[in-house]
C-alpha cells in the first residue's frame, strides 16, 4: 500500500487559481506512474493528468490541457497539480494516484492503483 494525502482544494471563483499537492512516499523506488482524478457530483471519475515519476512526461485531459500542469518535487516527496483559469465544470473531488509503471511505453489511465481520499475544489461563477 502507498498512502497518498492531498491538500490544497478549496473554493475560488472562476478565471482564478489553485495549487493541489499529495504527499507520496514512492519516489526512489523506481519508476512511477502519478497522476490526479476528479470526479463530480453524480458523474464517474475521470483522468485529469498523468506524470511518469522517471522521465517526467505529461499526459492532460483535453478539458483541461493548457490551463492544468502536473509536476512533482522529489526531494519533498510531492506531486502537485497547478489549476490555472478555473472553470465552473471543473468543481470536483480532487485525487491523486500512484501506480508502478509499465515495463515498456508510457503511462495510461489504468495504471494506477493507488489513491487518495481527495480534496474538494468548488468553482463559482
Known amino acids: 500500500q502507498v498512502p497518498l494525502v492531498e491538500s490544497g482544494g478549496g473554493s475560488v471563483q472562476a478565471g482564478g487559481s489553485l495549487r493541489l499537492s499529495c504527499a507520496v512516499s514512492v519516489y526512489g523506488y523506481g519508476r512511477y506512474c502519478m497522476g490526479w482524478f476528479r470526479q463530480a457530483p453524480g458523474k464517474e471519475r475521470v483522468g485529469v493528468a498523468i506524470?511518469?515519476?522517471?522521465?517526467?512526461?505529461?499526459y492532460y485531459a483535453d478539458s483541461v490541457k493548457g490551463r492544468f500542469t502536473i509536476s512533482q518535487d522529489n526531494a519533498k516527496n510531492t506531486l502537485y497539480l497547478q489549476m490555472n483559469t478555473l472553470k465552473p465544470d471543473d468543481t470536483a473531488l480532487y485525487s491523486c494516484a500512484a501506480g508502478p509503471a509499465p515495463r515498456v511505453g508510457p503511462c495510461f489511465w489504468s495504471d494506477f492503483r493507488y489513491w487518495g481520499q481527495g480534496t474538494q475544489v468548488t468553482v463559482s461563477s
Open positions: 506524470l511518469d515519476s522517471f522521465d517526467t512526461s505529461e
